[in-house]
C-alpha cells in the first residue's frame, strides 16, 4: 500500500541527488551495491548487539539507494532486464539482513526465543511473499492484488519501531516493547498478505485456464462448421 503513494513522493524528492551522481560518473548498479552493503552493515553489526538506533540510522541512509538507482536508470535511458534482476535480488538480501539481525539478538543478548522464532517467521515469509508474485508473473498471470504487508510497509514498521526501541538505551523507559509489537504485526501481516497472493493467483490460474478451453472449443466449432 505505502508503494503507491511513498514511492512517488521520495522518487521526486531524490531526482536531483540522483542526477547528481549521474554527474558524478557513479552507475546505478554500483549504487545498488553500496546501498546493500550499508544495510547490511547495519543489520549485522548494530541489531546483533542491541544497538537498535544506530542500526537503524545506518539502514535508512541507504534503505533510499532503492530509488536512487531506478531513478538514476530512467534518467540514462537504461532501465534493462539486468538492472532489474539485480536490484530486486539485493533488496531480497538486504530484508534478510535485517530481520536477520532481530533474529541474531534476540536468540542472543535479548534471550527471547519466541521472537526469534518471530523474526524467522518475518524473514522467511518476507521472502515467500515476494516469490509468489513473481512466480504468479512468470507463468503469465497478473498478480493483481495490493497486498496488507508488502515490503514497503514491513520496512517502515519494522525500521521506526527498532530506532524507536533503540531510545531505551538512552534512558526512555518502557519504549523497548515497540519492537516485539512490530515484528507480531508484521509476521501477522505477511501471513495475511502471503494468502492474499496465493488466493489470488488461484483464481487468475481458473480464469486464465477457462479462457483457454473457451478458446479452443470456439477454434473446434469453427472447424466443424467448415467441413
Known amino acids: 500500500m505505502l508503494n503507491k503513494y511513498a514511492r512517488a513522493f521520495f522518487t521526486r524528492v531524490l531526482t536531483p541527488f540522483a542526477a547528481f551522481l549521474i554527474r558524478r560518473g557513479v552507475s546505478p548498479d554500483t549504487v545498488t551495491l553500496i546501498g546493500t552493503a550499508g544495510v547490511m552493515a547495519g543489520a549485522l553489526v548494530f541489531y546483533p548487539r542491541g544497538e537498535f538506533f544506530w542500526g537503524t540510522v545506518v539502514i535508512t541512509l541507504f534503505v533510499f539507494s532503492d530509488l536512487v538507482d531506478g531513478n538514476m536508470a530512467r534518467q540514462l535511458g ?3 532486464r539486468w538492472g532489474a534482476f539485480l536490484d530486486s535480488t539485493l533488496d531480497r538480501v538486504a530484508d ?3 530481520f536477520g539481525g532481530f533474529a541474531l539478538w534476540y536468540a542472543g543478548g535479548g534471550d527471547n526465543l519466541v521472537l526469534c522464532a518471530v523474526s524467522i517467521f518475518c524473514l522467511a515469509s518476507g ?3 515476494s516469490y509468489t508474485k513473481a512466480r504468479g508473473e512468470s507463468i503469465g498471470l497478473p498478480v493483481a492484488v495490493n497486498g496488507l504487508v508488502e515490503r514497503a510497509e514491513r520496512l517502515v514498521i519494522s525500521l521506526v519501531a527498532a530506532g524507536l526501541a533503540g531510545l531505551h538505551a538512552f534512558g526512555v523507559p518502557g519504549i523497548d516493547v515497540l519492537l516485539p509489537i512490530a515484528l507480531w504485526l508484521v509476521a501477522v501481516g505477511s501471513l495475511i498478505t502471503l494468502i492474499q497472493r496465493v488466493v489470488t493467483v488461484r483464481r487468475e490460474s481458473a480464469e486464465a485456464e477457462a479462457a ?3 478458446k479452443a472449443d470456439n477454434a473446434s466449432q469453427g472447424r466443424e462448421t467448415a467441413k
Open 127 to 129: 521472502q515467500v511473499v
Open 78 to 80: 537504461r532501465s534493462s
Open 212 to 214: 483457454e478451453r473457451g
Open 96 to 98: 534478510g539482513a535485517i
